[in-house]
Structure formats: C-alpha cells, structure tokens
C-alpha cells in the first residue's frame, strides 16, 4: 500500500502535471532559483528536445553524438543562463541559436568539430564566457560577435589559427582573459591586441611564435599574466612590457632565447620563469644575472635559467655564477 502511494505521487508529479520533467537517461535538479539538465555520456545523435523543463537554466550536454543544436531547440528553453555543450560532435551552429536568450551569459562548446561560423552566430545573448576550445577553426571573423560585446573570457585553444583574428578581438575591449594556447600561431603583431585594454591573462603558450613586435603590448596597461612558453621566441624587444605596468608573472620557458637585452623584464616583472632555453653565459647576460639576484633577494624567486653556452658553464643554472665566471667587472 505504501509503495503503490510512492507510485501513483511520483506518477502525477511527473507524467499528469508534466512539472518536473527530464529527458530520458539525463539528470535534472530542480533548485530554488536555478533548475539544472545534465545529459552526460549518453547514446543520443541528436537534441534531446522531449522533457527539456522550461525554466531551465543550465543546460549541459556532454560526451553524445548530438552533431546540431538548433534556435528552436534552444527557444524552449528562454531562461537558460549557461549552455554546455562539450565533446560532442557539433559541427556548425546556426546564425539564430541565441534568439530568445535574454539571460544566456555562458557558451562551452570545447571540443567539437566547428571549422567554420555563421556570421552573427554569438550576437542576440549578453555572453560574458565563450569557450570555443579543440575545435578545428583556422579563422574568426569580427562579425561573430557584436561590437558592444561584453565578453569577458573567450577560449579558442586548440585550434588551428595561424594568425590572430584581429577583426574579432576588435569587438572585445571588455576582455580579461584570452586563451590562444596550442594553435599555430607564427608572429604577434602591432595592433591586434590594442583594444584589449583591460586584459589581464593572455595564454600563447604552444604556438609557434617568432616574433613578437615590440609594440604588440603597447596598449594591454592591465596584462598580468603571460603564458608565452613553448614557441620559438629567439629574441625580444628591450622595451617590450614597458607600458605593461602590472605584469606580475611571466613564462617564457622552452624558448630559442640566449640572452635578454638590458631593460626587458622592467618596469615590473615579478616572476618570470626561463628555464628550457640555451642561454649564453656571457658578460651580455649581465643585467639578467643582476635582475636574477634582485628577484631571488626579495622573493627567493629564481628564473631557471641554465647556461647552456659557454661548453664550460653548460648545465649551470644563472644564480649560482660568480660575476667572474659571467666575465663581468664588478666594482
Ligand atoms: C522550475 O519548475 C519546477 C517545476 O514546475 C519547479 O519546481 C521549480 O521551482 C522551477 N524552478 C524555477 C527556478 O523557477
Ligand atoms: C557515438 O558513436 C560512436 C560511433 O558510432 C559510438 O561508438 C559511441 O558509443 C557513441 N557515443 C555515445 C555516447 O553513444
Ligand atoms: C554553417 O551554417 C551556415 C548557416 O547556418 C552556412 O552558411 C554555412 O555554410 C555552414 N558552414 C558549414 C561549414 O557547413
Ligand atoms: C553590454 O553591457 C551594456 C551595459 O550593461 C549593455 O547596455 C549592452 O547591451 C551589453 N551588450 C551586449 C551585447 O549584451
């Protein structure tokens, strides 16, 4: 008797009052200001429109074999707020998907297999977050996103750029973080990243980056992080970071760099890590020996620099060189 009373509250609160609906083989929580859909690793090949609760708000779809997602998929849903749809097998959007969105603030869509965009495809929601990560995108255009975007991290790791959508980041002065980490990126030049003056994490790290133009940070007065590591940087500007007055930390580790010229970690570089790169232990690396022994002084912090020339210094790690082993006159 109890149990068929379980069963016959369960039945009319799902299936007569169709309240708290889920769709099949996903899991849905129902909050007091946020109801959640999860459908996670699960054998589907398209939307799973049927049971979808209204007022969801967070959406996450992840790990099937959905390959689109369409504006009226989404239009049944006009309360979400954020939308997940990593590692499926996405392989275009629609120019209307976030019509009727009002609220929708996130998109991650790592992970899929996106070579190419509609034009406007993210205009219509107020997005602060879009993760377009380990897609296939050799190029963006400035038209994906509106003018007075208020995107505050945008996510394009994993791709396949060569260069810079420098149209697009045109859009993006509110950005705080940009991740461009394992693309093919071959040079940094002046001007693409001027709009983003209030950047704060730039990630270039595992690129194949030559070049980088001394004026390229010329405008980014709030960058703080810089993940530069693992490209082919065999050289860089004195007057680099100058205008770059909050740099706090620094990667340039797994470089092609043999020296540093005088001046190119001030006015304010804390940390900065330089391990991986075949430093020449000359009397040239005097102002790196000496900022290296200013850094470990006030912060026990090292840069990691090991000499890799001369073949007597080889394996020798910068801090532990005396000012005559460097050949430097110390007065
Ligand atoms: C969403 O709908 C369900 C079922 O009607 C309800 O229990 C829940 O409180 C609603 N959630 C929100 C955030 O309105
Ligand atoms: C997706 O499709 C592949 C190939 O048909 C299959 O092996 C895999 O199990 C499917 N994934 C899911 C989550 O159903
Ligand atoms: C993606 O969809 C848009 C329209 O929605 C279409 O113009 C474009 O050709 C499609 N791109 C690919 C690669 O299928
Ligand atoms: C960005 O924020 C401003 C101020 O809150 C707002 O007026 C504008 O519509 C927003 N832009 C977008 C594309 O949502």
């Known amino acids: 008797m109890y149990l068929l009373c379980l069963f016959s509250i369960a039945f009319a609160i799902c299936c007569c009052h169709g309240a708290l609906s889920c769709p099949n083989l996903c899991n849905c929580y129902f909050g007091q200001d946020s109801t959640e859909v999860i459908c996670h690793n699960i054998p589907i090949s398209v939307f799973p429109a049927r049971g979808v609760p209204r007022n969801t708000t967070r959406l996450t779809i992840q790990y099937t ?4 997602i369409t504006g009226e998929d989404l239009r049944a849903t006009p309360l979400l707020k954020e939308l997940h749809l990593s590692n499926n097998k996405l392989r275009n959007l629609s120019t209307d998907m976030l019509i009727g969105l009002p609220h929708l603030h996130t998109i991650d869509l790592t992970g899929n297999q996106l070579r190419d965009l509609p034009s406007r495809v993210f205009h219509h929601a107020p997005l ?3 993760a377009l990560k380990n897609n296939l995108l050799s190029r963006a255009e400035a038209d994906w996103l509106p003018s007075d975007s208020n995107l505050t991290w945008l996510d394009l790791s994993g791709n396949r750029f060569q260069k810079i959508p420098a149209g697009l980041l045109q859009n993006l002065g509110r950005l705080i973080t940009l991740d461009f980490f394992e693309n093919k990126l071959e040079d940094l030049p002046a001007g693409v990243l001027d ?15 030559r070049f980088i133009d001394p004026l390229a940070f010329d405008t980014t007065f709030a960058l703080s ?26 990667d340039l580790s797994g470089n092609q760099l043999h020296h540093l010229p005088a001046g190119a970690l001030d006015p304010s570089v804390m940390f900065v890590d330089l391990a991986f790169n075949p430093w020449h232990c000359d009397a040239k690396m005097d102002y790196l020996w000496r900022w ?16 890799s020339l001369p073949v007597m210094l080889k394996g020798r790690p910068l801090a532990t060189l005396s000012p005559e082993e460097l050949g430097l006159k110390i007065d």
């Open 65 to 68: 074999n959905i390959t689109k």
């Open 128 to 130: 602060d977050s879009l």
């Open 195 to 209: 709009p983003l003056t209030l950047l704060e994490r730039l990630s270039l790290q595992n690129n194949k980056l």
């Open 225 to 250: 992080y810089l993940f530069l590591q693992h490209n082919r940087l065999e050289k860089l500007a004195p007057t680099l970071f100058q205008t770059v007055k909050e740099l706090r930390y620094l």
């Open 292 to 307: 290296e022994r200013k850094s470990i002084e006030l912060h026990q912090e090292e840069t990691k620099a090991v000499c």
